[in-house]
């Protein structure tokens, strides 16, 4: 990443603060596999694909929580700018809005600004990520039988941050010339979930012309 990215993409811009692996466990030895054949330059189709001999829930936990800190990343520089005012509706683009709806407080799909969506969002996956009933980090604890499941809801949310930052926002990360690194990301991201068929096609749907043209 060039001096400038570091300067844009710096940890007092993240949204919220970034979840760790402890060092010696398998998922940190994965994640530091995963991070190793993206610096490497390898084919971002080939990095997502799950390693001979090693367990999908593994592999897809490592994933989720890299791709939540990235993204997390991305949505801060330019949360400033995110605002009731600007983004009254959290939408991507006039044919797509996105309700909130959780098992606490919004028992219906409700329709909130952008940043309040966006806070409730990862204050969701936060918790998801950080309860050891969903996302054990001791060996020997096994995953949830709707681990997987529980992953895609994950995923299709956070899709919802990148078509919004791409749509409303982008002309933020032209500015501060974080285009290509945002770019690799969402390639990344897209390629991991339909490699492993994490994400409805029909999510998929607001970004689907800058798609074809990026990654197909």
Known sequence: MSIALKQ?????????????FDPGTQ??????????????GVDLRAAVQLPHGEDLNDWVAVHVVDFFNRINLIYG??????TEKSCPVMSGGPRYEYRWQDELKYKKPTP?????????????????????????????IPFP???IQICKKILCRLFRVFVHVYIHHFDRILLMGAEAHVNTCYKHFYYFCTELNLIDR?????LKEMTSRMCL
């Open 77 to 82: 520089t330019v949360c400033e700018f995110c």
């Open 202 to 206: 029909k999510e998929l749907e607001p």
């Open 27 to 40: 998922r940190f030895d994965l994640h530091k596999r995963a991070q190793a054949s993206l610096n490497s």
């Open 145 to 147: 039988k709707n681990f």
């Open 112 to 140: 909130l600004p952008a940043p309040q969506y966006m806070n409730l969002l990862m204050d969701w996956i936060e918790m998801q990520i950080n309860n050891e009933d969903i996302f054990p980090t001791s060996i020997g």
């Open 8 to 20: 844009v993409f710096n940890k007092d811009k993240t949204f919220r603060p970034k979840r760790k």
